[in-house]
């Protein structure tokens, strides 16, 4: 049985990486995103709506396995955190991506509620990885990667 202090902390922790606290959540920000824009890179962006969407999806899921699945393998640093090109190859790819990320993110938050995930314990196949650790990341980078979708978004004219 959990503590109230661990129960907090697991609930804090889903909440960091599922509400929007300090910032936008991921939801909010690629919302009826314009699909004419969605592979528009605006002047002075690195990367294109498409890009950091798929980049998102990517290393959250590649988090969600390290954390879950021991025969896990991540993808080669950095090309295969990153899509080759700047436009989905239609619509239904946006919506795939999108899906999945919100797939993966429940998936993280189930794994963080479940009490018989040792939050603290190191990921054998890691190097000092525990998931109160890849948790945290999650959150972090997600964070990071929704506040540049976010200015992208205004760059191209389409936030609210």
């Not at 498409?50 to 991540?74: G, T």
């Not at 899509?83 to 946006?94: I, L, Q, V, Y």
Request: aromatic residues 8%; hydrophobic residues 40%.
């Amino acid at each position: 049985m959990r503590s109230v202090k661990e129960t907090a902390l697991r609930e804090h922790l889903v909440n960091l990486m599922t509400l929007a606290q300090a910032h936008v959540t991921f939801d909010e920000a690629v919302r009826e995103w314009p699909v004419k824009l969605r592979g528009k890179k605006p002047d002075g962006a690195e990367h294109s709506p498409w890009q950091l969407l798929e980049h998102l999806r990517i290393a959250q899921w590649d988090i969600l396995e390290f954390s879950r699945n021991p025969k896990h393998e991540s993808p080669k640093w950095p090309e295969g955190y990153w899509p080759k090109h700047k436009a989905p190859a239609d619509a239904k790819a946006w919506d795939r991506s999108v899906r999945a990320f919100q797939r993966d993110l429940k998936e993280m938050c189930k794994l963080v509620r479940d009490e018989k995930t040792d939050l603290f314990a190191k990921i054998p196949r890691g190097d000092g990885q525990t998931i109160l650790r890849e948790a945290m990341l999650v959150a972090d980078h997600n964070a990071y990667h929704v506040g540049q979708l976010v200015l992208v978004r205004k760059l191209l004219g389409a936030w609210r």
